[in-house]
């Protein structure tokens, strides 16, 4: 399966317990923190749907899910790998006090995978591998589901093309770090990470609304 996910995903606790059955969506904190992400913009609510339909939104769209101590967030601009998705990333892992915060973004049409990592509000982890390209980033001290794929390259192979698959890595990783189970594992308290309840919001620029756009 070919997957399209710019995600970013934070929780207090482990997140095999702070993603659970049961977990109650606060569209009102979700509204908040997505006027906050984008404060020069006009936010529009409009309606909810699941994680399964919101992992790779439009490009004037957003996802929120805020769960208490849990949330998720996905948003299109943070597939660019740039600066400004870098501060995107480092204002959604900020958003929830004591949290560490994954973001996950793959494609199959670059065929590529960016992992960044933060604990305590800042970025231990960024990572960008791409299947033509090689090792495009690796800056800080690396995750422990990452050590299976990193052996060929750590005992001298060439990362051009890429020693491994840049999918299974994002997949590990999310496991691992984002939801403590996989993206599409249902736990054994029911609980599947594809049908977590998220707000979705339209982004409108001042000046597409001065138009009278909708």
Aim: glycine share 8%; charged share 30%; hydrophobic share 45%.
């Amino acid at each position: 399966m070919a997957w399209s996910i710019a995600l970013a995903c934070a929780s207090v606790d482990d997140p095999v317990r702070a993603f659970r059955q049961g977990l109650i969506p606060d569209p009102d904190a979700a509204a908040d923190l997505a006027r906050r992400l984008y404060p020069d913009s006009a936010i529009v609510e409009s309606g909810d749907t699941v994680l399964d339909f919101a992992l790779w939104p439009y490009e004037d769209e957003l996802f929120v899910g805020a769960y208490g101590d849990a949330l998720v967030v996905c948003d299109r601009r943070l597939y660019d790998v740039d600066d400004r998705a870098r501060t995107l990333a480092d204002h959604i892992a900020a958003a929830l006090p004591g949290s560490t915060c994954g973001v996950l973004v793959l494609h199959s049409m670059v065929s590529g995978c960016w992992f960044r990592w933060y604990a305590g509000d800042r970025p231990r982890r960024d990572v960008f591998v791409t299947a033509e390209d090689g090792v495009v980033v690796d800056l800080g001290e690396r995750l422990p589901a990452e050590a299976p794929f990193w052996r060929a390259i750590d005992e001298g192979a060439p990362d051009v093309p890429l020693p491994f698959d840049y999918e299974e890595f994002g997949l590990a990783l999310a496991r691992e770090h984002l939801f403590g189970r996989g993206l599409a594992e249902r736990g054994d308290d029911g609980f599947l990470p594809l049908e977590l309840s998220l707000r979705r919001f339209k982004i409108r620029s001042p000046a597409k609304l001065g138009r009278g756009s909708r």
